[in-house]
C-alpha cells in the first residue's frame, strides 16, 4: 500500500486507499468501503508464514486422475479465491505433479503465477528479498532424482 487518502468522488470526500502493483508499477484507488468486496486483505502473519509452508512440504497429495483441463479449472478457482493457502496447494500440486509427468502449458503458466504470488506474499510476509524465497521454494521442490 503506498497510502490512505480523502478523495473526492462526486462531491464527497471518501478516504481511499492508494495501492501500487508490484510488477507493473500500477497505481489502484480503492475506496476503503469497498476494500472486502473487492478482496483486499491483510498481510499474512508469521503463524500463517508457517502454515503456508507446512502446506507446501506436505506431500501427502491424493494421485490425481483427473484430466489436466479439470485440473486446471479447478486450481484457477484456487488461485482466484485470493487465499494464500489455496495458491500454496495448488503450487505443491503442480511441484509433485510435474516430478512424475511433463505439465501442459497451461499448468507451467499457473505453476508459475502461484509462485510469483507466494513469492510476493512471503517476501513482504518475512521481510526479506524475493530472491531468498524463490531460493526456499525451490530446495522444497528440488527433483527426487537430484536429490
Sequence with gaps: ????EDRDIGGSNIPVYVLKILDTGL???????????????????SKQVKEVYTI??????????QTWNRRSR???EKIKTGSVFEIAEVMRDLCVLRQTKE???????MLDNARSLLVKE???AKG??????TAEIDAM???VAAA
Excluded: H, W
Aim: proline residues 7%; hydrophobic residues 45%; glycine residues 8%.
Design 56 to 65: 507446501m512440504k506436505s506431500r501427502d497429495v491424493p494421485r490425481d486422475t
Design 74 to 76: 479447478e486450481y484457477m
Design 141 to 143: 521442490f528440488v527433483p
Design 103 to 109: 505439465l501442459s502449458f497451461g499448468e507451467r503458466k
Design 128 to 133: 526479506v528479498p524475493d530472491t531468498q524465497i
Design 122 to 124: 512471503l517476501a513482504l
Design 1 to 4: 500500500m503506498v497510502g490512505l
Design 27 to 45: 497505481k489502484i484507488i480503492i475506496p476503503t468501503i469497498n476494500a472486502g468486496a473487492v478482496g483486499l486483505r491483510d498481510l499474512i502473519t
